[in-house]
């Protein structure tokens, strides 16, 4: 058998399922795309997560646009995190140009352009439908992983939590919680003592700079009402996947609010959604693009709170792919959770890129065809390694691989497409709508009110009494004045000097 026909059989042999599957393109060998030698991921383990990494420019964002695509037309709809803003594109056809059918004859696929169902949204002042949660909804335990708090830190958010609990005080924005906490070392101290113990004042103003350091990054526009329904990101039309995309363009700068969302998202995905086991194909996957942002700037319980649901939320049907520049940006932990893996080239331009690249390779199947280290430094643009997991949970052979062009436009929509999507939309009526109802922070400046002018109602003087005798404000006058040493000095001599005049009188009359 010649190496080429090994080749063909090899990857025919590790690609043999009995569901459905998406192609993402063809084997290469020896420079040569091998037509017989298509690249297929089964639907059923793409709830197992997955890595696209590379660096700049070799392709990762089309191959992530392809992902997406190929799982929309199987009717499973996914959400993408977009924040170099290039992922639009995705609603309009592509265009069909002679270097993309040529691909397309090499990889044996039909091209047809087509736009796909696309969902704009934004934590931010980006144009979409706007996603909020409360502060309610995120818990004490995981307020404190985003605000990383100490232990004496964390049981402040918890009293905090359990006094709004107890006394029906809804927490929905950061407003919300900065009042709360003024309040219990301020005008509800007694009663946070009697109820709770002491409270530390250090603590809670460490609390309150931390909140305000989050609200800096533009937190106080993601939290509040109305909460997003995680349900709604699971829809189809015409029977294809709805791809949301998540405009977070002018957030590159601000990773605490970027993780804080991502971990918001997980967490009530897998919350929300229930057990589905082994299922034919997934309910949802997640595609986090520009990954290290979450990974890089998260505390240790940040991370520890990621990787568990990272390794629990594929029971609820769910995979989470994460779009980075090297495997090195992700934990090990994580890592090695991973199914399907993406690798486009990498650049080696210093001895640490040379050290990275041997570990790379060192996390993919052996295969006799490839030296992988040399070929992770020598694929072109829109080429990659990719293994993935089959039916049986097995690692499917490593294929050097060339991706298959979008069927969707590779470009951005323009400012005018852009705002007929979103006025179009259904959800957009249902989310963009603003709303700032009674709570903690109008509820406890109620309460104050009220103390305050039942003070100034007790305060007021009462009618005075009709009578010669003297008062009791009168007496108590006289007293105070008597106890004062200069009045009693000034009084002596006043007696004195009257004393000497009336005697003085007598002499003068004698």
Request: charged share 25%; proline share 4%.
């Amino acid at each position: 058998m010649s190496k080429r026909d090994s080749f063909i059989d090899v990857l025919t042999k590790g690609q043999t399922y009995k569901k459905d599957f998406i192609t993402l393109g063809t084997g290469i060998l020896d420079g040569e795309a091998i037509t017989e030698a298509n690249v297929k991921v089964p639907l059923k383990t793409m709830n197992r997560h997955g890595l696209i990494a590379g660096a700049t420019g070799t392709g990762k964002t089309k191959t992530l646009q392809v992902i997406a695509e190929q799982l929309s037309l199987k009717g499973v709809p996914s959400v993408l995190m977009d924040l170099k803003g290039d992922l639009s594109g995705l609603a309009k056809p592509g265009e069909v140009k002679d270097f993309i059918i040529s691909r397309s004859e090499k990889i044996g696929v039909d091209y047809n352009p087509q736009g796909l169902p696309v969902e704009l949204m934004s934590i931010s002042d980006e144009k979409g439908v706007k996603l909020k949660a409360t502060v309610s909804e995120f818990g004490p335990v995981l307020m404190s992983q985003i605000l990383e708090l100490n232990d004496t830190q964390r049981g402040v958010m918890a009293l905090v939590f359990r006094y709004c609990d107890l006394h029906h005080l809804p927490l929905l924005d950061l407003k919300d919680l900065k009042r709360v906490l003024q309040f219990i070392i301020n005008e509800g101290k007694e009663q946070i003592k009697a109820e709770f113990g002491q409270v530390s004042s250090a603590s809670v103003n460490t609390i309150m700079r931390k909140i305000i350091e989050l609200e800096q990054q533009g937190a106080d526009k993601f939290f509040g009402e109305r909460s997003f329904e995680v349900n709604d990101f699971v829809r189809t039309e015409d029977g294809k996947g709805v791809i949301s995309i998540i405009r977070l363009t002018d957030i590159q700068s601000k990773p605490k609010l970027f993780s804080t969302f991502m971990l918001s998202l997980l967490s009530e995905v897998y919350e929300t959604f229930p057990e589905q086991g082994d299922a034919d194909q997934p309910k949802l996957c997640i595609f986090i693009d520009e990954a290290h942002l979450v990974f890089s700037n998260a505390s240790k319980d940040l991370l520890e709170k990621i990787e568990a649901i990272i390794k629990l939320i594929r029971s609820k049907g769910v995979g989470v792919y994460f779009c980075t520049q090297t495997p090195t940006d992700v934990p090990d932990s994580v890592l090695g959770q991973l199914g399907l893996k993406v690798q486009h080239a990498l650049r080696a331009f210093t001895a640490k890129d040379r050290k990275a690249i041997t570990k790379t390779a060192e996390n993919y199947p052996i295969t006799e065809f490839y030296d992988t280290a040399e070929v992770l430094t020598s694929m072109g643009i829109g080429e990659a390694l990719i293994t993935a997991l089959s039916e049986k949970g097995i690692p499917t052979p490593l294929a050097h691989t060339l991706v298959r062009a979008p069927i969707s436009r590779m470009d951005i929509l323009t400012t005018s497409e852009i705002d007929d999507l979103v006025s179009n939309s259904s959800l957009t009526a249902k989310y963009n709508v603003h709303l700032d109802r009674e709570s903690a922070f109008e509820m406890l400046n109620s309460k104050l009110d009220e103390v305050e002018k039942e003070q100034e109602k007790a305060t007021l003087p009462g009618p005075k009494p009709r009578t010669t005798t003297r008062t009791t404000q009168d007496e108590s006058l006289i007293e105070e004045l008597s106890k004062n040493t200069m009045v009693r000095q000034i009084g002596r001599t006043i007696f004195r000097e009257l004393t000497r005049g009336i005697l003085g009188s007598f002499s003068r009359r004698r």
